[in-house]
């Protein structure tokens, strides 16, 4: 790793904390805050050995090499590409699929192609949350879920309908 990534730290639950394996702000991990002083050290040392195995960016994640095993969806003989037009998409969530999209082409994880008979629906969903408990107007008690951020997803059942088992 040439030069440690910036990272935004978040909030964490009170018995969490950061420790960090360069300076006072490089190279975050987050801890138990129970450990004792040694314990902490120990831990940091082991990580800082092993640096090299946490991946800090997308593209740091190491997987099998495509050249080894390239995975082949077997269609069924009498099914015809779908395609499936993007809907309109209200310009926050627009830009919330923009940005996902973004991040899985600069990581390597995607990549562009525009000659594929099969073009899938993408969806954003709110992210699961936790529920809160707010009163309405009328002084009752209501169960709300907490927003959390969004899901960006694909559609896939076309696809699936078309595809036939490979065992």
Known sequence: MDEPPEVELKDLPPHLEYAFMEGDDKLPVIISKDLSVEEKTALITVLKSHKRAIAWKLFDIKGINPKFYIHKILMEDDFEPA?????????????????????????????????????????????????????????????????????????????????????
């Open 83 to 167: 395609v499936q037009h993007q809907r309109r998409v209200n310009p926050k969530i627009h830009d919330v699929i923009k940005q996902v999209v973004l991040k899985l082409l600069n990581a390597g994880l995607i990549y562009p192609i525009s000659d594929s008979p099969w073009v899938r629906l993408v969806h954003c969903v709110p992210k699961k949350g936790g529920f809160t408990v707010v009163e309405n107007k009328e002084n009752e008690l209501i169960l709300t879920r907490l927003f959390t951020g969004w899901r960006v997803c694909i559609d896939y059942r076309k696809l699936n309908e078309a595809t036939r088992e490979d065992h």
